[in-house]
């Protein structure tokens, strides 16, 4: 196979080529300059459109408070740590959980079938509930059991929560992972005497997460995001503190400050996927190109 | 956190008065003429639209599910305190009782920025200087204390002083003052809980994840009369300076807060507002104050 860009693959760390890649070969400095003037004119029009709107005063003050972001900010980023601290603790969990979950499901042969369906019942029940439903039900009805030993945290049923559904996800992620590799890998393991297990551990695994890592990232983002919702149940983290502020003000600038917390955190990450994603293809299409 | 629990005392009356004083500022004669029912700018003209939450908690309303969509309560029936108070401020303002109209608006919307659907609000809504920057409020039509309530047994229950209180959890509903009685008045060891809405709140406190709830004496006294068995009061807070007080909210600058001024003004001189609160409010007297 012959195609211009398999031939001239663009260099994996040239961030030019990226931002630009959907500019026909050839147009090289005249088309940066076209895409540069036609985001400024795209841009310019859209902030016009904004600021010129008959209600934008209002909305300005309403939402671009100056000294009610200073004065909201610090809080709201001490309270951050609590968002930090549930999406650092349940992406632990979620991400050991979810690979036993896939491996069960990938389990072979008619004895394993019980296994099998209860990972894909498991699966299907919780990523079909809306994650702000099951963080409210757990996190008011777990407690509310009185059973001794179990927890009355409304912290702690809402990161059981969020790692019930990430993990359904998640295990989903590492499935595609695990199909993806091809089957001869398997087969030749165990030719070569590698138990099932073995073969599954040494030879399968190793290709198959580190082809889902961007995706595995994907969702890490997304449970960033989630952990704001256990905001339902009382605990005050990011989301709730800007709640409160704007409360107590009539005014909404602190969910701009959560908003752009939550980017400061999001945005690097989204990048480091977006990079790791580059370099993979990157990668196949020099191999592709060398075979 | 925003700072103005503090500033609430000396200030309190001062900007709803103003704003009353700007409405009439030729004089008795032209305010009665901008209050004149025809001419009044309204959403709906001929029409005095009201505005809360819903559900509608007592006591604060009452008369049960009447008329949809209204849940625990119906505002239309006139039934409960800030019921009452608004058909007797709209009938001051020269309204029949068919010329008013109730309309859900949930709390978070009751400050955003734009056209209001509401002529005036009766919510419990604090007043505070900071929020008087972004809608106009009223005069007081009730000045209110905030009340701790728990589970009778509890060792919170046996609590005499706001010190006391300092070890245990507690919690409020988002956008009240009740929070800030928490963060100001008792800085408790532990990180409070702020719950979306009264009834989360209550089932916290039923379930144990908080020791102690912290609300408005009146909803203190319906929580523990008819919401949840052996709770109690642990006390009420001793107003600080001119105390806190909830205000009808109106747009800001709107025209009709001028007029319900003038109402409410007439009500509480011929102790209608009195009769009132102790008709829906009278068990409100027999709380300990907290030391």
Known sequence: ?291 | MVKRAAAIGAVALIPSLAIAGAAGAAGGQSQAAICDTASLPLVQSGTLTIGTDNPAFPPWFGGGEHSKPWKFNDPTTGKGYESAVAYAVARQMGFTRNQVKWVVVPFATSFAPGKKKFDMLLNQVSFSPQRAKNVNFSASYYDVNQAVVTLKGKRISNVKSIAGLKPFKLGAPIGTTSFEVITKRVKPDQQPAVFDTLNDGVNALRNGTIDGLVVDLPTGFFVTAAQVKNSKIVGQFAPVGAGEHFGVVSAKGSQVTGCVNRALAKLRANGTLRRLERTWLGAGAGAPFLK
């Open chain 1, 1 to 291: 196979m012959e195609s211009p860009t398999a031939s001239h693959p663009p260099p994996a760390g040239d961030r030019r080529s990226r931002i630009l890649s959907g500019l026909g070969a050839g147009e090289g400095r005249r088309g940066v300059v076209i895409a540069v003037v036609s985001t400024i004119v795209v841009f310019a029009l859209i902030v016009l459109a904004v600021v010129r709107s008959p209600g934008w005063d209002e909305v300005k003050n309403a939402f671009f408070d100056g000294q009610i972001f200073r004065q909201s900010f610090p809080e709201i980023l001490r309270v951050f740590k609590v968002n930090v601290r549930i999406f650092c603790t349940a992406e632990a969990i979620v991400l050991v959980a979810a690979l036993f979950l896939a491996v069960l499901r990938s389990l072979p042969g008619p004895v394993f079938f019980p296994i099998r369906l209860l990972a894909i019942v498991y699966a299907d029940v919780f990523r079909g509930i809306p994650t702000i439903l099951l963080i409210y039900m757990l996190g008011f009805g777990a407690p509310a059991l009185g059973i001794s030993g179990v927890p009355t945290s409304q912290l702690f049923w809402g990161v059981v929560a969020l790692v019930l559904v990430y993990t359904a996800y998640v295990s989903e992620v590492y499935r595609a992972g695990i199909e993806s590799v091809h089957p001869s890998q398997g087969a030749a393991a165990r030719s070569l005497g590698l138990s099932r297990t073995q073969a599954m551990r040494h030879v399968v695994l190793p290709q198959a997460v580190r082809r889902v890592i961007p995706p595995l990232l994907n969702d890490f983002i997304g449970l960033q995001k989630d952990s704001a919702l256990i905001s339902v149940l009382g605990i005050v983290e990011a989301l709730r503190q800007a709640q409160i502020d704007s409360a107590a003000t009539f005014n909404y600038t602190p969910f701009v400050a959560v908003a752009l917390m939550f980017l400061i955190i999001t945005i690097p990450l989204t990048r480091l996927t977006d990079w790791l994603i580059n370099r993979d293809r990157a990668r196949r299409q020099a191999s592709g190109a060398a075979a």
